[in-house]
């Protein structure tokens, strides 16, 4: 594990010590992706059983040695602010000698690792009840989804994850993505109840349909929302989730359809859970675009899997006849000696799929376009771009009518070129006043850069 500082430790010395203390009902996510709509799923399924009123959701990205402290203590990160910070330094040592309350009845908690040791410690601060594991390699691809520069393998990353596995006692509950093969092999690694989600055979959520459902208009089929058809003991549920596309919905839907069954709840779930899921910024979401268009706005980061499952979604898409379907990709970072390699397997990707249009940009580029060449797409279906604002400037004015276009980059930082795809979705978006509500990285720090 990671150095952690002196306040750090202090923090997680009193988030566990409130913990044990006051004993709430833990209910931790982890995964290589998923982790924060898994997170907004389960959310919704409590919530729909009327479980919200006494329960705490990991705000933002806090799923690390000062983030989940900070959910514990019910507190903001106080980021560089002096006052900030002693307010959390009293409020930490009210806490502490039992002046005050923290713990709601329940958690769901995010659980993060950048390090070995990370979840061990983790859970060492707050120990799960139930623990979720979302993918560690998604979609069957056995590609790494997030870069492995702390870890020496995706088995070493898998090992990682399980950790949180072996912190639930007997008497607690596992929920394990069945769909793949490291997370299901972790049902050996417990002695808790373990339930499973997926599409595959034998799952006790088994994922059984998923479609993006679009409207009829004038030019053509617009997605709107996404139908998922789960099968759990032999009962059927369809649920329809407006304003969203995407198997990563799906399977976070299934992991809190296990954990209701898990805490027994009977809330009514395909009535309910839609009108309390919350879609996230910048993650699997419909937005309308200019000129009668759809955006599939997938900007809040990318991996290689996570690139390759967006793009089969823009292609599952039923659509009329001269409608189009574009991807507008950016680098993928910190993936390392295989950056090259990658890059081009997901412009292959594109080319197989048959996308009527690429405007790629970033390093990599040039090795998506290349991918893409040689596996379907013509020169004129192809434009490289240097950054992201020329992309967004340009699918302006090639988009029509009609059109279907997804984004989709790592985040990078303030002034790295070729990410950062929210700009894209930014200029093409139909209400750019509720770029602030509907898209991530808004903030002053970022949008003057």
């Known amino acids: 594990m ?32 998923g982790k924060s709509t898994t997170r907004q799923a389960c959310a919704a399924i409590l919530e729909a059983d009327g479980k919200g009123a006494d329960m705490r959701v990991s705000q933002k990205n806090y799923n690390n040695e000062l983030g989940v402290p900070l959910t514990v203590l019910d507190m903001a990160s106080p980021g560089r602010s002096i006052l900030a910070w002693l307010h959390l330094l009293i409020r930490s040592l009210s806490v502490r000698v039992g002046l005050v309350r923290t713990c ?22 707050v120990p799960p009840d139930v623990a979720i594991i979302t993918a560690v390699t998604p979609e069957a691809t056995d590609v790494a989804p997030v870069h492995l520069e702390n870890y020496s393998s995706i088995d070493a990353l898998a090992e990682e994850k399980a950790a949180l596995v072996k912190a639930v006692n007997k008497n607690g509950t596992v929920i394990l993505n069945a769909d793949d093969k490291r997370v299901f092999s972790m049902r050996h690694l417990t002695n808790a109840h373990v339930l499973t989600f997926g599409e595959a055979d034998g799952s006790v959520v088994r994922i059984v349909g998923k479609r993006i459902l679009t409207n009829t208009e004038e030019h053509g089929n617009m997605p709107v929302s996404l139908c998922v058809t789960f099968e759990t003991y032999a009962h059927r549920e369809t649920l329809t989730i407006p304003g969203v596309f995407g198997s990563p919905v799906a399977y976070a839907l299934g992991a809190a359809i296990a954990l209701g069954a898990a805490m027994d709840v009977h809330g009514s779930v395909d009535n309910e859970l839609p009108n309390y899921f919350k879609p996230m ?38 659509t009329k006849p001269g409608q189009r379907k574009i991807a507008c990709l950016g680098e993928m970072r910190e993936l390392g000696e295989d950056s090259k390699k990658l890059h081009r397997m997901v412009g292959a990707e594109a080319g197989r799929l048959g996308l009527d249009f690429l405007a790629v940009s970033g390093i990599f580029a040039h090795a998506m376009a290349e991918g893409a060449l040689a596996n379907g797409l013509s020169e004129g279906q192809i434009r490289v771009f240097d950054d992201t604002p020329e992309a967004g400037r340009f699918l302006q004015d090639y ?28 200029e093409l978006m139909a209400e750019p006043l509720r770029a602030e509500e509907l898209l991530v990285r808004q903030e002053l720090a970022w949008t003057r850069k």
């Not at 709601?104 to 601060?125: C, N, Q, R, S």
């Open 104 to 125: 709601p009845k329940i958690f769901v908690m995010e659980m993060g690792a950048d390090h070995p040791g990370d979840i061990a410690y983790l859970t060492g601060l």
């Open 281 to 318: 910024r910048g993650r699997t979401r419909i937005i309308p675009g200019i000129k009668q268009t759809t955006l599939f706005d997938d900007t809040y980061n990318s991996s290689p899997a996570a690139v390759l499952s967006a793009l089969r979604d823009l292609a599952s898409v039923e």
């Open 2 to 33: 990671a150095n952690i500082t002196l306040l750090h430790r202090w923090l997680g010395q009193t988030a566990r010590i409130a913990v044990k203390r006051e004993r709430p009902f833990v209910i931790a996510i982890t995964g290589a992706v």
């Open 399 to 426: 988009i029509h009518p009609g059109d279907i276009v997804l984004a989709k980059a790592s985040q990078g930082t303030l002034m790295t070129t070729g990410v950062r795809m929210e700009r894209v979705i930014k």
